[in-house]
């Protein structure tokens, strides 16, 4: 049988570019192949993904696999399963990285199990162990509370990243590399499931995951009509409304707002946190923010072990008068 | 409609952080004192799912739950909240598992269940989050899976499903047999009603121990993981928060405002 080697890359596309996440992997991909000593492939799966295997070799990809195939327009988790089998069979690197995305945590742990190996979904933290020369996958667990080092000694060693904790490369158009295509060979009748319609939550301004600021609120403010007032100071510094949960559950912000665990990954330069005590699970989605600011009326609230400066309070108070002195600042 | 819903028993997950803690010599998790453990919030959402659709279509749901020391009064809640049947396994050979472990034992009781239109798993559990168990036992079993599910419709043999994505949703259509995994977006799960209450009081559990499900001690728990726990330790909090002062919440968070342009962070 041969040895398995190398690291390799799942990439996703979004608009006809490689997504953020694979740039972010593929940073980390070298890292952990150079520790290795060993190549770093990526591999691109879809319709009319071919152009951007340059676009990989460019963030670092020493190999780039391609399956290019109409029936892989849309992600399913049938058919990527299998082509996925197909090119982990034909590469047999060490290492698969994919993003803690929405296809990201379904492909691994159904490829994890076709492979016979394991995976570990939401990594913060990979290294290789100097002496085993296995994958060091840290990822949060009980919900944030604590970290867990896992390692696995089946190959691949499965790990997804979450989105913004690896730099990418430099993009470096110089960089040469192979480029391998591979055949989809699906059988059709083998794709139980059809993607009869995708839905994309309106998004008006900016994006969570693009915002530099983020007005955040929590179960305490109560209402619809209580984020409005969010959305004023969002509104007002160019940024975006996040949620905890329950709002979300709630119906007072669309559940695209939810920041967390289970919601978004945002790590902006400043989280204004209003009326949301600091669960271990939301804070997992915004604790890589430059600055946590917290206005709670519970001086207890978890929220404060978290954050650089708080204000102890009613938001329905506070919240008002920061909007309108900050509004003075910022004219003045 | 047969439907087998995977729930377990597990540390309460709203339980305030500061009691969280883990003793870091064994690797484990303290329980925290005097907070009772809860059935896993989404196998919860799980649980609800299939009452929705035993509401529309009627059927049969059965919950399989997997442990040791697993307290009848907290597991026994799908049933008070309208489930049929509860199955635990339960013995120590299934401790210490990983997803492959506990999947392939969940994959093996639901063989011998036999019956199944509709699998459900919660999106992760809320305590090593891995997220992997629903679509370890649908590769197990050659089920299509969906994952982070929000919505179903059953007709004519097929689920009309709908999937939580990063940019909202997508509307998916599988024929069954299916496994899903549930999101909140489900809806809150249901409280048990007090005659719910009564029927779950009076049912016994059937317990299958590894034999009855045809697995060795060597397939389960911790001697039949893939991966391995090297370190478990909470990450440190810097903790230095500053209170902004004020005579009243209005003139502190004005102050807060100062103190962010001053700090240049605005
Ligand atoms: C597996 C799992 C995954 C999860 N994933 C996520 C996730 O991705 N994102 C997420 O957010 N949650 C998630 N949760 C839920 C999470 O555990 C918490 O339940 C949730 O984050 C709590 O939201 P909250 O802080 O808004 O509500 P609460 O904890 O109820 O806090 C409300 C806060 O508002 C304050 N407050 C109330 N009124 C006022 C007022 N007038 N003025 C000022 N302050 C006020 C209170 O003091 C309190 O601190 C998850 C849970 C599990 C089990």
New binding site residues.
Partial sequence: MAENKGVIVFGETAGGKLAAITTELLGCGSKLAKELGQELSAVLVGSGVSDLAKEAIAFGADKVYVVDDAQLKDYQTDAYTSVMEKVIKQAMPQILLLGQTSIGRDLAPRLAFRLKTAASLGCLELAIDPSSKLLLQTKPVY?GNAQAVFTCETFPQIATVRVKTMEPLERDQSRKGEIITVDAALEPSAIKTKVLEKVAEKVEGVRLEDAEVVVSG???IGSEEGFTQLEELARMLKGAVGA???PCDNGWVPAGA??????KIIAPDLYIAI?????S??MS?CSGSKTIVA????PE?NIFREARFGVVG???KALPALTEKLKELLAG | MNMIVCIKQVID??APPASFKIDSASNKVVPPQGVSPVID??AEYGVEAALKIKDALGGKITAISLGSNQLRDIVKKPLAMGADELVLLEDEAFDGGDSWSTAYALAMAIKKLGEYDIVFCGR?A?DW?AGQVGSGIAELLGLPSITLVKKIDVSDGKARVERVTDEGYEVIEVPLPVLITVSNEIGEPRYPTIKGIMAAKKKEPTIWKPADIGVEASQIGAAGSHTKLLKLFQPVREGKCEVIEGESPEEAAANLAQKLREAKIL
């Fill in positions: 919900g929590g179960r305490g905890t949960r329950p939810q920041i967390g665990l289970t919601g009326a949301l005590s600091g669960s699970q939301h989605g206005i709670n009326k519970d609230a009613d938001w329905k | 997950p709203e919030p989404y992760e809320s989050n």
